[in-house]
């Protein structure tokens, strides 16, 4: 049976229905297209009567029964009791929008028999019902015709879209545009290309034709009542409600209505909307503002600078505020005055802008920022939620781990509350920097698995974000002992993610874990290939480029490249300087600058390393452990350092216990790319059997150390390799690096003959004459990275 034939058969039904129906009134409620007219034409012809088709009842309609067909115009009819007391049966259809008062005390009542849409639907089974959603009005309509589709969408747009509400127009076309929709649906009438489940979800029809034909005439629609204000700022709301506030800004724009769609970017979250909608969205929105209104509308700029900002632009972001509000409102001090003439949104985006400055945050500029924070209302989540995020990174970058985690958990439950899974997912992210920064790489575990569920909440795809958590998520598996998931993420995405909007404690966080995975699974020089790529990217940044030539002198220690790590330190002209460090004892320990620890710890460990036996080492190494600021990952590296010199001085008892030490935190954190980076040092304490077998008596530090163990950390030393005594290896090593007999020897403080003679007995052992020989055999036995 096809589609029409289907149909009568159907309506007959129905017909039998009514006639055969005990009660005398019958209502039949539906849309268009669904019937309601040839349903009572085939009753006129079994009642004899004929079919009333005005607003008002015809008063002079006689027989037996008495058939309204209320046109669609009407909306609201007038019900007669006492004329229709002269007829056995009164059929009246209408749509769903007609009111007749009166009716639905009958219905309520049960004294009217009531029909709507799902009754005259065609049943379950039917193949139209699957291909056409049982409507019967597309029964015969060929939807590939072009012309019949568009007088078809215009019979949607006209018979079924314009009685909907602004907020059902919404939700429909949200839906018919692939996005989900919440609560709104529920208020939607019945529409026959709108599929319920048994559960009560709605989503659009089947049907891609027809689908494509509603999305049409809804876009329509829509263009129809933005041309008229009255109805445009409420669709507009009611979109933005519905979930889609791109569509009803640009609506608002394409209408020409600027300042209406101003105040709806602004109540959609402003500058935060790009992480509420996603950067596309958040472009098109902006690049749909004249010139004019983004040149001088504070709210737009302000979004444009944010913009500016994602994508690295710091200077042009500096512009754009500058042209605005003036240059003074470049200065930070200037703008958290007391009295400034700021608005709080233009001092939250001043406070977010200042993460990507390179500037120093004084004690004095924090107590500026907690007055602004005091000026905000308790319900300006995102703003307050912003405020914390900005301190947090300022925290983080100076170390002061236990204020940074107070404000991400403020930070954390502002955005919660405001219900943005992005920013949410940021401070999980931070969170996890903080641990792993700190060493303790089971707590980021936790973050990072926090991080993952808020990103899969996050309504657009965002690749730049998700790529930063590949990263998290690769140094935490790089903590475990697979490094292979960072060196695959170093690979494939590092130039990517170098490329893409991140903030300088991320940065930091990156250079320190890739130049280690490359150092100590390529070579030094891929490591410095790796940093010197970075600084092609941050080439203004003096924050940065200090952490790119710190991490790089670190790299040349691991890669027994010291003089130049030396030379490299001694270029960058601070206060700290070796000079000042091989002076200070408690100073070590009151150290506050996060760029002045580094390089203490720097040049503590170049100490280290070349002195060993220098007086008072072990207690500089002890101030600095005690040093709050230093981080987690420093301080394993610290224990190490004082467990090398004590056992250097013979003090191995005291060495033993500071490595169990060392090793029993290191177990409960789960961390060992500190030790990893520590090999030179760690490698020969692991050489004593006595060392090695006091620390494994212990069950946590065991498992540290097997774990170590498939990294290479116990392979033997070059002393233990070659032969060569420690002084050979480090004159072996300054060969290497090309330096001369004088330099060694003053570097050294011994005589130019003492290195001679040493320099003999090194090519003797090693079976050279010459040194590109020596330098040769070093390479060859990969003595040099």
Same mark, same amino acid.
């Given at each position: 049976?096809?589609?029409?034939?289907? !149909?009568?058969?159907?309506?007959?039904?129905?017909?039998?229905?009514?006639?055969?129906?005990?009660?005398?009134?019958?209502?039949?409620?539906?849309?268009?297209?669904?019937?309601?007219?040839?349903?009572?034409?085939?009753?006129?012809?079994?009642?004899?009567?004929?079919?009333?088709?005005?607003?008002?009842?015809?008063?002079?309609?006689?027989?037996?029964?008495?058939?309204?067909?209320?046109?669609?115009?009407?909306?609201?009819?007038?019900?007669?009791?006492?004329?229709?007391?002269?007829?056995?049966?009164?059929?009246?259809?209408?749509?769903?929008?007609?009111?007749?008062?009166? +009716?639905?005390?009958?219905?309520?009542?049960?004294?009217?028999?009531?029909?709507?849409?799902?009754?005259?639907?065609?049943?379950?089974?039917?193949?139209?019902?699957?291909?056409?959603?049982?409507?019967?009005?597309?029964?015969?309509?060929?939807?590939?015709?072009?012309?019949?589709?568009?007088?078809?969408?215009?019979?949607?747009?006209?018979?079924?879209?314009?009685?909907?509400?602004?907020?059902?127009?919404?939700?429909?076309?949200?839906?018919?545009?692939?996005?989900? +929709?919440?609560?709104?649906?529920?208020?939607?009438?019945?529409?026959?290309?709108?599929?319920?489940?048994?559960?009560?979800?709605?989503?659009?029809?089947?049907?891609?034709?027809?689908?494509?034909?509603?999305?049409?005439?809804?876009?329509?629609?829509?263009?129809?009542?933005?041309?008229?204000?009255?109805?445009?700022?409420?669709?507009?709301?009611?979109?933005?409600?519905?979930?889609?506030?791109?569509?009803?800004?640009?609506?608002?724009?394409?209408?020409?209505?600027?300042?209406?769609?101003?105040?709806?970017?602004?109540?959609?979250?402003?500058?935060?909307?790009?992480?509420?909608?996603?950067?596309?969205?958040?472009?098109?929105?902006?690049?749909?503002?004249?010139?004019?209104?983004?040149?001088?509308?504070?709210?737009?700029? +302000?979004?444009?600078?944010?913009?500016?900002?994602?994508?690295?632009?710091?200077?042009?972001?500096?512009?754009?505020?500058?042209?605005?509000?003036?240059?003074?409102?470049?200065?930070?001090?200037?703008?958290?005055?007391?009295?400034?003439?700021?608005?709080?949104?233009?001092?939250?985006?001043?406070?977010?802008?200042?993460?990507?400055?390179?500037?120093?945050?004084?004690?004095?500029?924090?107590?500026?920022?907690?007055?602004?924070?005091?000026?905000?209302?308790?319900?300006?989540?995102?703003?307050?939620?912003?405020?914390?995020?900005?301190?947090?990174?300022?925290?983080?970058?100076?170390?002061?781990?236990?204020?940074?985690?107070?404000?991400?958990?403020?930070?954390?439950?502002?955005?919660?509350?405001?219900?943005?899974?992005?920013?949410?997912?940021?401070?999980?992210?931070?969170?996890?920097?903080?641990?792993?920064?700190?060493?303790?790489?089971?707590?980021?575990?936790?973050?990072?698995?926090?991080?993952?569920?808020?990103?899969?909440?996050?309504?657009?795809?965002?690749?730049?974000?998700?790529?930063?958590?590949?990263?998290?998520?690769?140094?935490?598996?790089?903590?475990?002992?697979?490094?292979?998931?960072?060196?695959?993420?170093?690979?494939?995405?590092?130039?990517?993610?170098?490329?893409?909007?991140?903030?300088?404690?991320?940065?930091?966080?990156?250079?320190?874990?890739?130049?280690?995975?490359?150092?100590?699974?390529?070579?030094?020089?891929?490591?410095?290939?790796?940093?010197?790529?970075?600084?092609?990217?941050?080439?203004?940044?003096?924050?940065?480029?200090?952490?790119?030539?710190?991490?790089?002198?670190?790299?040349?220690?691991?890669?027994?490249?010291? !003089?130049?790590?030396?030379?490299?330190?001694?270029?960058?002209?601070?206060?700290?300087?070796?000079?000042?460090?091989?002076?200070?004892?408690?100073?070590?320990?009151?150290?506050?600058?996060?760029?002045?620890?580094?390089?203490?710890?720097?040049?503590?460990?170049?100490?280290?390393?070349?002195?060993?036996?220098?007086?008072?080492?072990?207690?500089?190494?002890?101030?600095?452990?005690?040093?709050?600021?230093?981080?987690?990952?420093?301080?394993?590296?610290?224990?190490?350092?004082?467990?090398?010199?004590?056992?250097?001085?013979?003090?191995?008892?005291?060495? #033993?216990?500071?490595?169990? #030490?060392?090793?029993?935190?290191?177990?409960?954190?789960?961390?060992?790319?500190?030790?990893?980076?520590?090999?030179?040092?760690?490698?020969?304490?692991?050489?004593?059997?006595?060392?090695?077998?006091?620390?494994?008596?212990?069950?946590?530090?065991?498992?540290?150390?097997?774990?170590?163990?498939?990294?290479?950390?116990?392979?033997?030393?070059?002393?233990?390799?070659?032969?060569?005594?420690?002084?050979?290896?480090?004159?072996?090593?300054?060969?290497?690096?090309?330096?001369? !007999?004088?330099?060694?020897?003053?570097?050294?403080?011994?005589?130019?003959?003492?290195?001679?003679?040493?320099?003999?007995?090194?090519?003797?052992?090693?079976?050279?004459?010459?040194?590109?020989?020596?330098?040769?055999?070093?390479?060859?036995?990969?003595?040099?990275?």
């Amino acid at each position: 049976m096809d589609g029409a034939m289907a !149909n009568v058969a159907h309506i007959d039904m129905l017909a039998e229905r009514v006639s055969a129906s005990a009660r005398k009134f019958i209502v039949i409620t539906a849309v268009a297209g669904m019937g309601k007219s040839l349903l009572l034409r085939k009753l006129s012809k079994a009642f004899d009567v004929p079919v009333c088709t005005t607003p008002e009842a015809d008063g002079t309609a006689t027989g037996r029964a008495f058939l309204w067909d209320i046109p669609s115009r009407a909306e609201t009819i007038a019900f007669d009791e006492a004329f229709f007391e002269h007829f056995e049966r009164v059929v009246i259809a209408r749509r769903p929008e007609t009111e007749v008062p009166g +009716i639905e005390r009958l219905i309520v009542h049960g004294e009217a028999l009531f029909l709507d849409e799902h009754d005259l639907l065609l049943p379950e089974g039917d193949p139209a019902r699957r291909c056409q959603c049982g409507w019967p009005v597309l029964l015969g309509v060929d939807l590939e015709d072009r012309a019949r589709r568009d007088q078809f969408k215009a019979y949607i747009g006209f018979e079924i879209l314009r009685p909907l509400t602004a907020m059902q127009l919404a939700a429909l076309w949200r839906m018919f545009n692939g996005h989900a +929709i919440a609560g709104s649906a529920a208020e939607l009438p019945f529409l026959p290309f709108v599929e319920r489940t048994a559960d009560g979800i709605l989503s659009a029809c089947a049907s891609g034709e027809l689908r494509g034909i509603v999305r049409d005439a809804a876009n329509e629609e829509i263009g129809r009542r933005m041309e008229r204000f009255e109805a445009a700022t409420p669709l507009a709301r009611a979109l933005h409600r519905s979930g889609h506030t791109e569509k009803a800004i640009s609506a608002l724009q394409s209408a020409g209505m600027e300042e209406p769609a101003v105040r709806l970017f602004a109540e959609a979250g402003g500058v935060f909307y790009i992480h509420i909608d996603g950067p596309e969205a958040y472009a098109r929105v902006l690049s749909g503002f004249s010139p004019e209104i983004s040149a001088d509308n504070e709210t737009v700029v +302000i979004a444009n600078a944010m913009r500016a900002l994602k994508f690295g632009e710091t200077g042009r972001a500096k512009k754009l505020i500058a042209d605005r509000f003036g240059r003074q409102s470049l200065d930070p001090m200037a703008v958290f005055a007391s009295v400034a003439p700021y608005s709080l949104s233009f001092k939250g985006f001043r406070l977010v802008m200042m993460i990507y400055e390179d500037i120093v945050i004084t004690d004095a500029m924090f107590e500026r920022l907690y007055d602004y924070l005091d000026e905000l209302p308790l319900e300006a989540a995102l703003l307050r939620g912003s405020f914390y995020n900005a301190v947090l990174e300022f925290y983080i970058r100076q170390r002061r781990f236990n204020e940074a985690e107070m404000a991400a958990a403020q930070a954390f439950s502002s955005y919660r509350a405001a219900g943005v899974p992005l920013l949410v997912f940021y401070i999980c992210v931070h969170q996890a920097v903080i641990r792993l920064l700190s060493g303790d790489a089971t707590g980021a575990g936790s973050r990072i698995a926090e991080a993952r569920r808020h990103m899969a909440e996050v309504g657009f795809e965002s690749p730049a974000d998700a790529r930063i958590l590949r990263l998290i998520e690769a140094c935490h598996a790089y903590e475990d002992g697979r490094p292979q998931v960072l060196i695959a993420f170093i690979n494939h995405e590092f130039d990517t993610f170098s490329q893409a909007e991140t903030w300088p404690s991320l940065v930091e966080f990156a250079l320190h874990y890739g130049s280690q995975a490359l150092s100590e699974h390529f070579s030094t020089l891929s490591a410095l290939g790796f940093l010197d790529r970075w600084r092609l990217h941050q080439t203004h940044d003096r924050q940065l480029r200090f952490m790119i030539e710190i991490r790089a002198a670190l790299v040349m220690q691991n890669g027994n490249r010291w !003089n130049d790590a030396a030379a490299t330190l001694s270029a960058m002209q601070m206060r700290i300087n070796r000079t000042w460090v091989e002076a200070a004892l408690d100073d070590l320990a009151r150290l506050s600058m996060h760029d002045e620890i580094e390089v203490a710890f720097a040049w503590l460990r170049q100490i280290v390393h070349e002195r060993p036996d220098r007086a008072y080492l072990d207690r500089q190494i002890s101030a600095m452990i005690a040093n709050e600021r230093v981080t987690g990952r420093q301080r394993r590296a610290l224990q190490i350092w004082l467990a090398f010199v004590l056992k250097r001085t013979g003090r191995a008892t005291e060495a #033993r216990a500071v490595l169990q #030490r060392m090793f029993d935190d290191a177990a409960r954190t789960g961390t060992i790319a500190p030790l990893q980076e520590e090999r030179r040092f760690l490698g020969e304490l692991m050489g004593d059997s006595r060392i090695e077998g006091f620390v494994s008596a212990a069950g946590p530090a065991r498992r540290i150390m097997k774990r170590l163990s498939e990294t290479g950390i116990k392979g033997r030393t070059i002393e233990q390799e070659s032969g060569l005594s420690r002084r050979e290896v480090r004159i072996l090593l300054m060969i290497c690096e090309g330096a001369s !007999n004088k330099f060694i020897a003053g570097r050294l403080g011994i005589s130019e003959s003492t290195v001679k003679f040493h320099v003999t007995n090194l090519y003797r052992k090693l079976g050279c004459t010459r040194r590109r020989e020596a330098i040769a055999v070093a390479r060859a036995r990969n003595w040099l990275h």
